[in-house]
């Protein structure tokens, strides 16, 4: 079998900021920014989320987090949206 899928890339995309999404913040995204491994500004890669909800998790103070790209307040950015359990 042969798959042909075009594929139009849109331009590349910066990590923007982290904003909370649930009501009962355990800690704020000022903190969950010092846990990230990336920074404002740097190039967008999803595998930083699923090392981010890693590290979240391991921190012990939440059962379950939910991490979600979304689109970003400047032009050319992506916020992290995160809720804490």
Do not use: W
């Not at 900021?17 to 649930?22: E, L, N, R």
């Not at 190039?43 to 590290?55: C, H, I």
Request: cysteine-free.
């Amino acid at each position: 079998a042969t798959l042909d899928m075009a594929v139009v890339p849109g331009a590349e995309r910066r990590f923007g900021k982290i904003v909370m999404t649930s009501g009962d913040k355990v800690f704020g995204a000022k903190h969950v920014q010092d846990i990230a491994r990336f920074v404002p500004g740097q190039t967008y890669d999803a595998s930083a989320l699923v090392d981010l909800r890693r590290a979240v998790i391991q921190t012990g103070l939440v059962s379950s987090t939910k991490i979600e790209p979304v689109e970003g307040t400047e032009p050319g950015t992506v916020d992290i949206a995160v809720g804490l359990e």
